[in-house]
């Protein structure tokens, strides 16, 4: 089986600095005609917005004035949500939250977000969306069950519903000068002796601090890395705004193998310490329903890929991991093959890089995790065999 798959998604750098995707000339709407007010969702499309946000572009016409603008939701006022984008003033985009959920609706729960000239002129742009829990599903039919949690092993702490839902949860490791990276545990404290510096492919050095956010998507476990540089001596904000650090590219880890547990799947934060694309200022985002050995259904993964690039890291209420032991647009389509050496035949033969259905990638690291994705003595994760969730069900 071919292992570690590899989906880039490159956003352009007008983007407003978030997970969620642009679009434009590759494929977006169509520009609005002269003299026309136009209203989209940039994060996803407009029928398939998860979470209860969604990232939203008003577009003025010369014939109106861009102050004038007012821009409501469910007919609250919304306006204050929306900046201009870069010099183009006639370009305003604003990230819209407290859509209205409704897990009852199996097509979503409807919004509606009106953007209007307040000069009393009619021109108006009505945009439906439909909302749906960040817990999906939207397209991949009703959940799978049963379908057992796994928070806690992925150092989530216990699961917040029965839909396997965690708090956010961030982690901030370094790469040290010896190559290996490990936990910093207070990002605002004075930066450790061995911490290490990286330059990205535009030619910026920052130092080698890595921010993962982790949570759940879609009743999977994700996590987000990039390059980070808190302030010191300075709270961590509630919100976040990545730095120059990121290169404004992501890109997104598929696992290859056959699989269908009844269950959420185990892949911590550490694996998504990828040294190729973080050192180099790309984002890594992983998620174990993007693993074919876990559930191999395509519907699930597209739709949880789709929800993963709508996300936004940062969003408040996100909490900090400071135990100390817990150390531990365009779209370019970019495969990447990578598979753990494996030896072969006689065990005087050399060793070779090939692919086997129980290799997992590893970790850039001290120590790797075992095939159960957890490594108690490094990284601090409570381990399957001590979970009470931990036998695995399969479809027979």
């Not at 779209?331 to 753990?340: A, G, K, S």
Request: charged share 15%.
């Amino acid at each position: 089986m071919v292992q570690g798959r590899r989906l880039a998604l490159v956003a352009p750098v007008t983007c407003l600095v978030s997970m969620a995707g642009c679009r434009g000339d590759d494929g977006g709407p169509p520009p609005p005609a002269a003299g026309a007010l136009q209203v989209a969702t940039l994060s996803s499309e407009s029928e398939y917005v998860s979470g209860g946000s969604t990232l939203v572009q008003v577009t003025v016409p010369a014939t109106m004035d861009p102050a004038s603008v007012k821009v409501t939701l469910n007919g609250a006022d919304v306006t204050s949500s929306f900046q201009p984008v870069d010099a183009n003033v006639r370009t305003l985009r604003g990230l819209v939250v407290g859509l209205t959920p409704d897990a009852t609706k199996t097509t979503g729960s409807p919004n509606v977000i009106v953007a209007s000239d307040t000069t009393g002129a009619s021109t108006t742009a009505t945009l439906n969306v439909s909302n749906y829990p960040i817990s999906g599903p939207i397209l991949s039919g009703p959940h799978i069950s049963p379908d057992e949690c796994r928070t806690v092993d992925n150092g989530l702490g216990d699961p917040l519903d029965a839909d396997c839902s965690a708090t956010k949860t961030i982690f901030y490791p370094y790469r040290a000068s010896d190559a290996t990276f490990k936990l910093l545990v207070d990002p605002t404290a004075p930066r450790p002796t061995d911490l290490a510096n990286t330059t990205t492919n535009d030619a910026v050095t920052v130092p080698y601090i890595v921010r993962i956010e982790s949570g759940t998507v879609n009743r999977s476990v994700y996590n987000i890395a990039m390059l980070d540089n808190p302030t010191v001596a300075a709270p961590v904000p509630t919100t976040f705004t990545p730095g120059p650090g990121w290169n404004r590219k992501v890109v997104i880890g598929f696992g290859g193998g056959a699989g269908a547990a009844y269950n959420q799947g185990v892949q911590p934060f550490p694996t998504a310490l990828s040294h190729t694309e973080l050192s180099r200022g790309f984002a890594f985002v992983n998620s174990t329903e993007l693993v074919n050995l876990q559930h191999s259904n395509p519907h699930l993964q597209g739709e949880t890929a789709m929800m993963l690039k709508a996300h936004r890291p940062g969003e408040p209420g996100a909490r900090l991991q400071r135990d100390q032991q817990s150390e531990r647009q365009r779209v370019l389509h970019l495969l990447r093959y990578q598979c753990q050496p494996v030896r072969q035949g006689r065990a005087d033969r050399p060793t070779t890089r090939a692919c086997s259905t129980g290799s997992r990638r590893s970790i850039e690291g001290p120590s790797r995790p075992p095939n159960s994705w957890t490594s108690t003595s490094r990284w601090g994760l409570r381990s399957r065999a001590a979970s009470a969730t931990s036998t695995t069900r399969r479809k027979t």
